[in-house]
């Protein structure tokens, strides 16, 4: 009896794993993201090796080592990951996926190393000695390898075709880059600054650009003004404090009366990190420039930016 006790406790037992099992699985199977870390591509011997795990909001902090809050800052919803494994070789695959494709991109820049080894995924990726990051749409997909043999990166770069050939995202970058000059621009230096771009409060979501202009290096930048609140806040900040000087140019910013402090601020500001910065109202629009030079060429690419608005 005692046997027979212990045998249905058992059985018991195993019944409530498997139903816990089935419970976990679908629950994962319901996210949008975990149905991409598929168990096995076609015509492919890369298969998955391991169950998927998924971190939402703010759960994050338990899959990522610190840097948790900047994913939050681009709109953060969740991770899917999984490893996957070709022979003895295995790698680590996260696909994360934020509220927009904005977001998304400029996540990815914010990851991006400088004069990166770039890759023709997605809509931009890079790869250095153990990762491969790419962005697609609302996607940013990391695969992550344990070694700098062959054998990872035969695992790593046509895993991360696979995911690339998977994701039905964007492959444009955000509409907003496409209100920069391409003539002078430095490759894979635009950025998407979600929160205190230049450290001043309220300047969130601002797009910018290098430029390399003979031998000058300044960065244009762009943002939605709201009602002119965001130009009004900024402006204050970059006049505590910080020395002013003239611009020996005939700006185009938009003529608001509304705005004369800010107005003020074509006169530029020098900012003992940033160099010389000018900032002002353009139908709609924050714009502004930072290193500004006196040099001829530079103050033309700067007007006729400004010209091109919106």
């Not at 990762?131 to 700098?148: A, L, Q």
């Not at 107005?263 to 010389?276: A, F, M, P, R």
Request: negative net charge; contains cysteine; glycine residues 8%.
């Amino acid at each position: 009896m005692k046997r027979f006790c212990l045998t249905a406790l058992a059985a018991a037992l195993l019944l409530a794993g498997i139903t816990g099992c089935g419970e976990k699985e679908k629950a994962v199977k319901e996210s949008e993201t975990t149905g991409l870390l598929v168990e096995q591509f076609e015509k492919s011997d890369i298969a998955r090796s391991s169950e998927v795990r998924l971190f939402e909001g703010e759960a994050l902090f338990e899959h990522i080592n610190g840097g948790a809050e900047v994913y939050h800052l681009y709109g953060f919803i969740e991770v899917a990951t999984a490893y996957y494994k070709r022979g003895e070789t295995e790698v680590l695959a996260d696909i994360y996926r934020f509220d927009n494709a904005d977001n998304a991109y400029g996540l990815y820049t914010t990851l991006r190393p400088e004069n990166p080894s770039t890759h023709r995924l997605g809509v931009e990726g890079f790869s250095t000695s153990s990762t491969i990051v790419f962005v697609k749409g609302e996607y940013v997909v990391k695969i992550t390898g344990y070694d700098e043999s062959e054998e990872t990166a035969g695992v790593m770069n046509p895993l991360a075709k696979h995911f690339d050939r998977l994701l039905t995202g964007s492959t444009d970058r955000p509409e907003m880059f496409s209100k920069f000059p391409t003539e002078f621009s430095v490759p894979r230096s635009d950025k998407i600054i979600a929160e205190s771009f230049l450290g001043l409060r309220g300047a969130n979501h601002v797009y910018s650009q290098k430029y390399a202009i003979d031998n000058d290096t300044l960065t244009l930048f762009l943002a939605a003004d709201d009602a002119h609140k965001t130009l009004e806040t900024i402006a204050a900040q970059l006049r505590e404090g910080r020395e002013r000087f003239a611009v020996s140019a005939d700006l185009p910013f938009s003529a608001d009366q509304s705005l004369t402090s800010a107005h003020d601020l074509k006169t530029g500001v020098v900012d003992s990190y940033y160099g010389k910065i000018v900032v002002g109202p353009k139908d709609g629009f924050l714009a502004g420039v930072i290193n500004m030079s006196d040099s001829e060429k530079c103050k033309k690419h700067v007007i006729d930016w400004l010209n091109s608005l919106p």
